[in-house]
Protein backbone atom coordinates (compact mmCIF):
# COMPACT_ATOMS: atom_id res chain seq x y z
CA UNK A 1 0.00 0.00 0.00
CA UNK A 2 2.81 2.35 1.07
CA UNK A 3 4.76 2.03 -2.55
CA UNK A 4 1.43 2.64 -4.36
CA UNK A 5 0.66 5.63 -2.70
CA UNK A 6 4.69 7.03 -2.66
CA UNK A 7 4.51 6.12 -6.68
CA UNK A 8 1.48 8.64 -6.64
CA UNK A 9 2.88 11.00 -4.67
CA UNK A 10 6.15 11.11 -7.36
CA UNK A 11 3.81 11.82 -10.05
CA UNK A 12 2.02 14.81 -8.51
CA UNK A 13 5.09 16.73 -7.73
CA UNK A 14 6.66 16.11 -11.64
CA UNK A 15 3.52 18.03 -12.12
CA UNK A 16 2.40 21.12 -9.91
CA UNK A 17 -0.97 21.23 -11.37
CA UNK A 18 -2.09 18.09 -10.50
CA UNK A 19 -0.92 18.48 -6.75
CA UNK A 20 -2.84 21.77 -6.69
CA UNK A 21 -5.73 19.74 -8.50
CA UNK A 22 -5.63 16.75 -5.38
CA UNK A 23 -4.86 19.84 -2.55
CA UNK A 24 -8.24 21.29 -3.57
CA UNK A 25 -9.98 18.14 -3.97
CA UNK A 26 -8.77 16.93 -0.57
CA UNK A 27 -9.73 20.48 0.90
CA UNK A 28 -13.28 19.90 -0.70
CA UNK A 29 -14.03 16.55 0.74
CA UNK A 30 -13.93 18.35 4.02
CA UNK A 31 -17.26 19.96 3.00
CA UNK A 32 -18.95 17.74 -0.03
CA UNK A 33 -19.45 14.47 0.60
CA UNK A 34 -22.35 12.80 -1.53
CA UNK A 35 -24.17 10.46 -0.35
CA UNK A 36 -25.35 8.65 -3.44
CA UNK A 37 -23.77 7.56 -6.62
CA UNK A 38 -22.94 10.16 -9.59
CA UNK A 39 -23.38 8.98 -12.98
CA UNK A 40 -20.82 10.93 -15.41
CA UNK A 41 -19.45 10.72 -18.98
CA UNK A 42 -16.03 10.10 -19.13
CA UNK A 43 -14.41 10.58 -22.37
CA UNK A 44 -17.39 8.66 -24.23
CA UNK A 45 -18.29 6.12 -21.82
CA UNK A 46 -20.85 6.26 -18.80
CA UNK A 47 -19.33 5.55 -15.24
CA UNK A 48 -20.99 5.52 -11.43
CA UNK A 49 -18.98 6.81 -8.88
CA UNK A 50 -19.82 5.74 -5.44
CA UNK A 51 -18.22 7.81 -3.30
CA UNK A 52 -19.00 5.55 -0.16
CA UNK A 53 -16.73 2.91 -1.41
CA UNK A 54 -13.37 4.40 -0.91
CA UNK A 55 -11.43 7.57 -1.09
CA UNK A 56 -9.86 6.79 -4.26
CA UNK A 57 -13.31 7.44 -6.03
CA UNK A 58 -13.16 11.17 -5.63
CA UNK A 59 -9.99 11.17 -7.26
CA UNK A 60 -11.18 9.24 -10.81
CA UNK A 61 -14.50 11.98 -10.55
CA UNK A 62 -11.67 15.04 -10.33
CA UNK A 63 -10.02 13.17 -13.21
CA UNK A 64 -6.39 12.80 -10.92
CA UNK A 65 -6.76 9.03 -10.96
CA UNK A 66 -3.70 7.10 -12.39
CA UNK A 67 -2.78 10.31 -14.46
CA UNK A 68 0.01 8.60 -16.12
CA UNK A 69 -1.78 6.12 -17.24
CA UNK A 70 -4.59 7.39 -18.70
CA UNK A 71 -2.74 9.73 -20.86
CA UNK A 72 -1.09 6.65 -21.93
CA UNK A 73 -4.38 5.29 -23.16
CA UNK A 74 -4.86 8.22 -24.73
CA UNK A 75 -1.83 8.21 -27.17
CA UNK A 76 -1.98 4.86 -27.99
CA UNK A 77 -5.66 3.39 -28.03
CA UNK A 78 -7.82 4.36 -30.90
CA UNK A 79 -11.75 4.12 -32.13
CA UNK A 80 -12.16 0.32 -33.14
CA UNK A 81 -9.10 -0.91 -31.13
CA UNK A 82 -9.17 -4.24 -28.70
CA UNK A 83 -8.10 -3.20 -24.76
CA UNK A 84 -7.36 -5.74 -22.12
CA UNK A 85 -7.49 -4.91 -18.48
CA UNK A 86 -6.11 -6.76 -16.22
CA UNK A 87 -6.64 -6.30 -12.51
CA UNK A 88 -9.19 -3.96 -13.66
CA UNK A 89 -10.96 -3.42 -10.19
CA UNK A 90 -14.03 -1.69 -10.37
CA UNK A 91 -13.90 -0.73 -13.98
CA UNK A 92 -12.65 2.83 -13.98
CA UNK A 93 -9.84 2.62 -16.32
CA UNK A 94 -11.88 0.09 -18.50
CA UNK A 95 -14.37 3.01 -19.13
CA UNK A 96 -11.60 5.02 -20.10
CA UNK A 97 -10.65 2.89 -22.69
CA UNK A 98 -14.09 2.26 -23.72
CA UNK A 99 -14.37 5.86 -24.42
CA UNK A 100 -10.89 5.25 -26.45
CA UNK A 101 -11.99 2.39 -28.53
CA UNK A 102 -15.31 3.85 -29.04
CA UNK A 103 -18.36 1.95 -30.05
CA UNK A 104 -16.47 -0.32 -32.64
CA UNK A 105 -13.61 -1.35 -30.60
CA UNK A 106 -13.80 -3.72 -27.65
CA UNK A 107 -12.53 -3.92 -23.71
CA UNK A 108 -11.72 -7.33 -21.86
CA UNK A 109 -11.73 -6.96 -18.34
CA UNK A 110 -10.36 -9.18 -16.01
CA UNK A 111 -11.51 -8.34 -11.70
CA UNK A 112 -11.13 -11.97 -9.61
CA UNK A 113 -12.24 -9.99 -6.12
CA UNK A 114 -16.19 -10.35 -6.45
CA UNK A 115 -17.73 -7.10 -4.84
CA UNK A 116 -15.43 -5.55 -7.34
CA UNK A 117 -16.20 -7.28 -10.53
CA UNK A 118 -19.70 -6.45 -9.45
CA UNK A 119 -19.39 -3.23 -9.50
CA UNK A 120 -17.32 -3.68 -12.60
CA UNK A 121 -20.31 -5.19 -14.47
CA UNK A 122 -22.43 -1.90 -14.09
CA UNK A 123 -20.29 -0.91 -17.11
CA UNK A 124 -22.50 -3.24 -19.34
CA UNK A 125 -25.96 -1.77 -18.48
CA UNK A 126 -24.27 2.09 -18.62
CA UNK A 127 -22.79 1.62 -21.88
CA UNK A 128 -25.28 -0.36 -23.76
CA UNK A 129 -23.57 0.58 -27.03
CA UNK A 130 -20.08 -0.36 -26.43
CA UNK A 131 -18.73 -3.87 -25.89
CA UNK A 132 -17.03 -4.79 -22.82
CA UNK A 133 -16.69 -8.34 -21.50
CA UNK A 134 -16.20 -8.73 -17.44
CA UNK A 135 -14.29 -11.77 -16.47
CA UNK A 136 -14.61 -12.54 -12.51
CA UNK A 137 -11.18 -14.29 -12.99
CA UNK A 138 -7.26 -13.53 -12.51
CA UNK A 139 -4.75 -13.89 -15.51
CA UNK A 140 -1.41 -15.93 -15.13
CA UNK A 141 1.05 -18.71 -15.91
CA UNK A 142 -1.84 -21.37 -16.13
CA UNK A 143 -5.12 -22.24 -16.12
CA UNK A 144 -5.52 -23.10 -12.68
CA UNK A 145 -6.65 -21.74 -9.19
CA UNK A 146 -5.27 -19.41 -6.86
CA UNK A 147 -5.80 -17.44 -3.56
CA UNK A 148 -6.02 -13.81 -3.57
CA UNK A 149 -5.40 -11.87 -0.21
CA UNK A 150 -8.26 -8.87 0.15
CA UNK A 151 -6.93 -6.09 2.11
CA UNK A 152 -8.64 -4.37 5.06
CA UNK A 153 -7.50 -1.17 4.58
CA UNK A 154 -9.01 1.87 2.81
CA UNK A 155 -7.24 1.16 -0.66
CA UNK A 156 -9.64 -1.02 -2.75
CA UNK A 157 -6.39 -1.63 -5.53
CA UNK A 158 -4.61 -3.58 -2.66
CA UNK A 159 -5.22 -6.90 -3.45
CA UNK A 160 -2.60 -9.97 -4.18
CA UNK A 161 -2.06 -12.84 -5.25
CA UNK A 162 1.28 -13.20 -4.39
CA UNK A 163 1.65 -15.33 -1.09
CA UNK A 164 3.43 -13.28 1.81
CA UNK A 165 3.01 -10.10 -0.02
CA UNK A 166 0.46 -8.51 2.23
CA UNK A 167 0.86 -8.06 5.96
CA UNK A 168 -1.42 -10.81 7.62
CA UNK A 169 -2.98 -8.42 10.09
CA UNK A 170 -4.51 -6.23 7.13
CA UNK A 171 -5.91 -9.30 5.23
CA UNK A 172 -9.43 -8.99 5.36
CA UNK A 173 -10.04 -12.28 3.86
CA UNK A 174 -8.51 -14.75 1.30
CA UNK A 175 -10.95 -15.90 -1.41
CA UNK A 176 -9.95 -19.13 -3.85
CA UNK A 177 -10.13 -17.21 -7.63
CA UNK A 178 -9.70 -18.81 -11.22
CA UNK A 179 -6.56 -18.40 -13.06
CA UNK A 180 -6.44 -18.32 -17.00
CA UNK A 181 -3.94 -17.99 -19.24
CA UNK A 182 -4.21 -14.71 -21.39
CA UNK A 183 -3.04 -16.06 -24.60
CA UNK A 184 -5.58 -19.17 -24.47
CA UNK A 185 -8.03 -16.38 -23.68
CA UNK A 186 -7.61 -14.02 -26.75
CA UNK A 187 -7.14 -17.36 -28.96
CA UNK A 188 -10.57 -18.08 -28.02
CA UNK A 189 -12.23 -15.12 -28.31
CA UNK A 190 -10.99 -14.54 -31.27
CA UNK A 191 -9.37 -11.41 -30.97
CA UNK A 192 -7.33 -9.09 -32.94
CA UNK A 193 -6.25 -5.66 -33.18
CA UNK A 194 -5.15 -6.02 -29.46
CA UNK A 195 -3.69 -2.85 -28.97
CA UNK A 196 -2.91 -1.90 -25.17
CA UNK A 197 -2.85 -4.73 -22.20
CA UNK A 198 -2.79 -3.21 -18.68
CA UNK A 199 -1.49 -5.27 -15.89
CA UNK A 200 -1.88 -3.71 -12.69
CA UNK A 201 -2.17 -7.03 -10.11
CA UNK A 202 -0.47 -5.85 -7.19
CA UNK A 203 3.43 -7.96 -8.06
CA UNK A 204 1.67 -10.66 -10.17
CA UNK A 205 2.44 -9.18 -13.37
CA UNK A 206 5.44 -11.44 -14.69
CA UNK A 207 2.59 -15.13 -14.03
CA UNK A 208 0.42 -12.97 -16.10
CA UNK A 209 3.28 -11.90 -18.99
CA UNK A 210 4.07 -15.27 -18.80
CA UNK A 211 0.51 -16.21 -19.79
CA UNK A 212 0.89 -14.86 -22.79
CA UNK A 213 3.95 -16.47 -24.26
CA UNK A 214 2.27 -18.10 -27.13
CA UNK A 215 0.57 -14.99 -28.33
CA UNK A 216 3.35 -13.39 -28.07
CA UNK A 217 5.66 -15.59 -30.59
CA UNK A 218 3.67 -14.58 -33.17
CA UNK A 219 5.88 -10.86 -34.26
CA UNK A 220 2.22 -10.00 -35.64
CA UNK A 221 1.15 -9.48 -32.37
CA UNK A 222 2.69 -6.49 -30.80
CA UNK A 223 0.52 -4.75 -28.01
CA UNK A 224 1.50 -2.36 -25.96
CA UNK A 225 2.15 -2.31 -21.94
CA UNK A 226 1.35 -0.58 -18.98
CA UNK A 227 2.46 -2.47 -16.31
CA UNK A 228 2.48 -1.74 -12.96
CA UNK A 229 6.14 -3.29 -11.53
CA UNK A 230 6.36 -4.51 -7.72
CA UNK A 231 9.69 -5.30 -6.94
CA UNK A 232 9.31 -6.39 -3.79
CA UNK A 233 6.90 -9.78 -5.10
CA UNK A 234 9.65 -10.91 -6.93
CA UNK A 235 11.52 -12.80 -3.94
CA UNK A 236 8.32 -14.31 -2.86
CA UNK A 237 7.83 -15.45 -6.00
CA UNK A 238 11.43 -16.91 -6.39
CA UNK A 239 12.18 -14.78 -9.90
CA UNK A 240 13.22 -11.70 -10.53
CA UNK A 241 13.67 -8.04 -12.48
CA UNK A 242 16.51 -9.89 -14.49
CA UNK A 243 14.35 -12.69 -15.63
CA UNK A 244 11.31 -10.58 -16.44
CA UNK A 245 13.73 -8.27 -18.37
CA UNK A 246 14.84 -11.27 -20.21
CA UNK A 247 11.50 -13.04 -21.28
CA UNK A 248 9.67 -9.33 -22.31
CA UNK A 249 13.30 -9.05 -24.53
CA UNK A 250 12.94 -12.43 -25.97
CA UNK A 251 9.77 -11.16 -27.50
CA UNK A 252 11.37 -7.72 -29.30
CA UNK A 253 10.15 -5.76 -25.64
CA UNK A 254 11.94 -2.78 -24.60
CA UNK A 255 10.48 -0.59 -21.52
CA UNK A 256 10.28 2.90 -20.89
CA UNK A 257 9.30 5.74 -18.20
CA UNK A 258 5.55 5.93 -18.55
CA UNK A 259 5.99 10.12 -17.72
CA UNK A 260 8.55 10.43 -20.42
CA UNK A 261 7.84 7.31 -22.86
CA UNK A 262 11.13 7.87 -24.97
CA UNK A 263 13.16 7.27 -22.25
CA UNK A 264 14.69 4.01 -20.99
CA UNK A 265 14.14 2.30 -17.93
CA UNK A 266 16.25 -0.89 -16.23
CA UNK A 267 13.95 -3.01 -14.81
CA UNK A 268 16.71 -4.33 -12.50
CA UNK A 269 17.38 -0.86 -11.24
CA UNK A 270 13.64 -0.49 -9.75
CA UNK A 271 12.96 -0.98 -5.93
CA UNK A 272 9.65 0.91 -5.58
CA UNK A 273 6.94 -0.20 -6.98
CA UNK A 274 6.31 1.80 -10.78
CA UNK A 275 4.10 2.03 -13.41
CA UNK A 276 5.96 1.27 -16.73
CA UNK A 277 5.58 1.29 -20.42
CA UNK A 278 6.64 -1.79 -22.34
CA UNK A 279 6.16 -1.64 -25.94
CA UNK A 280 8.20 -3.30 -29.10
CA UNK A 281 11.07 -2.12 -30.72
CA UNK A 282 13.74 0.90 -29.90
Known amino acids: M ?5 KGIVLL ?8 RRVLTEARSLFWSPRQSIRKNIGGASFEFDFTFDPSIKLMYEGIYEVDIVNTMKEYLRAGDTFIDVGANIGYLSAVAMGLVGPGGQVHSFEPVPEY ?4 RRLIPLNPGHRISI ?3 AAGES ?12 NIGWNTLVPGMMRRETVRQSIEVPVLRLDEYIRGSGLDRVAMIKID ?4 EFPVLKGLSRYLQDPDHRPVFVVEIAPSAYPLLGVSLHELSAYMGEFGYRVFDIHHRARHVDLTSLHETTNVLIRAGQ
Open 135 to 137: NQS
Open 143 to 154: NASASIDVTGLP
Open 117 to 120: CSRL
Open 13 to 20: QSDPRLLL
Open 2 to 6: FAKAK
Open 201 to 204: TEGY
